[in-house]
């Protein structure tokens, strides 16, 4: 498999910042995504990374290792809004290269 | 219009039910696909258009049939499904099926089978 790992839950306090990574088999890499999802909503587009380094959009960056297989997200200046899950998908040649969704990262923004 | 919608929004069906999800986009993509996914999960690939042309199916019961009529529209057909197949289950489209483009998701049709 791929084995695309995040943590399950993290917890985190309005107005902080909080990093959600995602690890992944570097074998094949060929592009990771990120997306939010909302409890009973679709997943939403965030970030695309496949060159190293950071990629910053706002309050949300994204950055990539290659060498190392590893993302984060980061968020900043959380807002109880940012209460979702975060998907990680990473994308590996040699098959379909449709891209393969880890478990997600279920974050809980609190006052 | 980045949109992808989702007919019906909730389905409630017995194991003997024919029915059927319907997906549109207008947004010119090329890929489409189903996804299933159960609470607390992932969403997991049942199957993808390409270019009106089913290319993958990953090893999805005969149960589920999909159909794409045309390149805005994809449906799921459902036939003597189990209590196990109760799901979201997520229509989405990329500008092609080469991974390289992110998916645009529809809102999910919430189903139960009874």
């Known amino acids: 498999g791929q084995n695309i790992d995040q943590p399950t839950e993290m917890t985190a306090t309005e107005g902080a910042i909080v990093q959600i990574n995602c690890t992944y088999q570097?074998?094949?890499?060929?592009?990771l995504f990120w997306y939010q999802q909302h409890a009973g909503e679709a997943p939403t587009f965030l970030s695309y990374?496949?060159?190293?380094g950071l990629e910053e959009k706002g309050r949300f960056s994204s950055f990539l290792s290659r060498s190392k297989g590893y993302s984060y997200l980061l968020l900043k200046e959380l807002q109880m809004k940012d209460s979702a899950s975060y998907l990680c998908a990473v994308r590996f040649s040699g098959g379909s290269y449709i891209p393969t969704f880890g478990r997600g990262t279920s974050l809980i923004v609190h006052p | 219009d980045t949109e992808v919608t989702q007919t019906p929004k909730h389905l409630v069906m017995g194991m003997t039910n024919k029915k059927s999800l319907k997906c549109e986009q207008h947004?010119?993509?090329?890929?489409m696909y189903w996804y299933k996914q159960k609470a607390k999960k992932p969403p997991e690939l049942m199957f993808v258009?390409?270019?009106?042309?089913?290319?993958i199916n990953e090893s999805v019961p005969s149960r589920f049939s999909p159909e794409c009529p045309n390149s805005s529209l994809l449906n799921l057909h459902l036939h003597a499904l189990q209590p196990e197949d109760s799901a979201l289950y997520l229509c989405?489209?990329?500008?092609?099926?080469?991974?390289?483009?992110?998916?645009?998701f529809g809102p999910g049709t919430r189903l139960t089978v009874t």
């Open positions: 989405a489209s990329s500008q092609d099926d080469k991974g390289s483009y992110e998916q645009y």
């Open positions: 990374n496949v060159l190293d």
């Open positions: 570097t074998s094949g890499f060929n592009g």
């Open positions: 947004m010119g993509h090329r890929a």
């Open positions: 258009y390409s270019y009106e042309k089913l290319s």
